[in-house]
């Protein structure tokens, strides 16, 4: 039980195209998921916080209107990455729980993003 | 706030020999506590979690934890290593009322065969 799914794991693009990640609860709904981003030998940064139904809470420093995201639906949240640039390429986790109280987040298996 | 501290990056240890992966945490409340590990290329795994009750946690693959609070330390400890456990582990706090996970650096476990 608690799968997460990502999709695509991997993408590369052209600088100034948009990219959309997607997220998704295989087997639970989540009311809550989480979009991270690890550069290489580093530890997770949580970029945003999004629960199902309302906007999106954003880290500070992290531009929301670059990073879009949308969490439609119990079981789908989606990152959009817009006008990428070289300097977004990383790897993009997501995470999701299943409702307030819930402690445990699952996590999704990774998406790794390059920007030419 | 609350922060995580892993004070060791990188960790070697020979096959079947035990290790020990260190991480303290700060929290000005009470707190949950997760260990995570991440294979090349992948995302995280939950090896185990402190919510509350006993101090110490069995995970998966044989692995525990012991939380204490008064060392603020949430150790992870594996009696015999294998190949198979090489692999990025990262310790994580969440504090009551946040709701959001905070990382430590992580520590990378190589094997030596």
């Known amino acids: 039980g608690a799968v997460v799914s990502q999709h695509p794991s991997w993408v590369i693009c052209k600088s100034g195209t948009s990219v959309k990640i997607e997220c998704r609860s295989l087997d639970f709904q989540a009311t809550t998921m989480f979009w991270y981003r690890q550069f290489p030998k580093q530890s997770l940064m949580l970029m945003a916080t999004s629960n199902e139904g309302s906007k999106a809470t954003y880290e500070q420093g992290v531009e929301k209107d670059k990073f879009l995201i949308n969490h439609a639906s119990l079981t789908l949240s989606t990152l959009t990455v817009t006008s990428a640039h070289p300097e977004d390429s990383s790897f993009y986790i997501c995470?999701?729980?299943?409702?307030?109280?819930?402690?445990?987040?699952?996590f999704g298996p990774g998406t790794r993003l390059l920007v030419l | 706030a609350q922060s995580v501290t892993q004070l060791d990056s990188q960790v070697p240890v020979f096959e079947e020999a035990p290790v020990e992966l260190r991480c303290n945490y700060s929290s000005s409340v009470s707190v949950y506590l997760f260990w995570y590990v991440q294979y090349p290329n992948q995302g995280l795994q939950l090896l185990l979690k402190y919510l509350s009750g006993s101090t110490l946690v069995k995970g998966i693959n044989g692995f525990e934890a012991e939380f204490n609070k008064s060392q603020t330390s949430f150790h992870l400890r594996k009696p015999s290593v294998h190949i198979s456990d090489t692999a990025e582990y990262f310790c994580?706090?969440?504090?009551?009322?946040?709701?959001?996970?905070?990382f430590g650096t992580g520590t990378r476990l190589t094997i030596i065969p």
């Open positions: 994580a706090v969440d504090g009551f009322g946040n709701e959001k996970l905070t």
């Open positions: 995470s999701a729980r299943e409702g307030q109280g819930q402690e445990t987040q699952y």
